[in-house]
Nanobody, 115 residues
Framework: QAQLVESGGGLVQAGGSLRLSCAAS????????MGWYRQAPGKQRELVAR???????NYADSGKGRFTISRDDAENTVSLQMNSLKPEDTDVYYC?????????WGKGTLVTVSS
């Protein structure tokens, strides 16, 4: 079965940047959109950014103006460029593929922003 694999997380100082990438290990059919979500322990998973197959993107207010989501069809990946990172951005970030069938989720990549 197709899987999503995230990469690019790590430790960065406040004000720095990271680029998260998500690659599908197999073919995902009937995709609507792909996105990035975050989830802290004991809290609900929440949207960070989402991009449709047509290229329309939306962002949570917390990342608006700092984060950019993009697709690379040639590499079959979706990425999240995270600039001007803040300590409150620290979390586990999950890649999501929303299809007309099931949803797919990656296992997550940890982003830690130090002050």
């Amino acid at each position: 079965q197709a899987q999503l694999v995230e990469s690019g997380g790590g430790l960065v100082q406040a004000g720095g940047s990271l680029r998260l990438s998500c690659a599908a290990s197999g073919i995902i059919f009937r995709i609507k959109a792909m996105g990035w979500y975050r989830q802290a322990p004991g809290k609900q998973r929440e949207l960070v950014a989402r991009i449709t197959t047509g290229g329309s993107a939306n962002y949570a207010d917390s990342g608006k103006g700092r984060f950019t989501i993009s697709r690379d069809d040639a590499e079959n990946t979706v990425s999240l460029q995270m600039n001007s990172l803040k300590p409150e951005d620290t979390d586990v970030y999950y890649c999501n593929a929303d299809t007309w069938g099931q949803e797919y989720w990656g296992k997550g990549t940890l982003v830690t922003v130090s002050s």
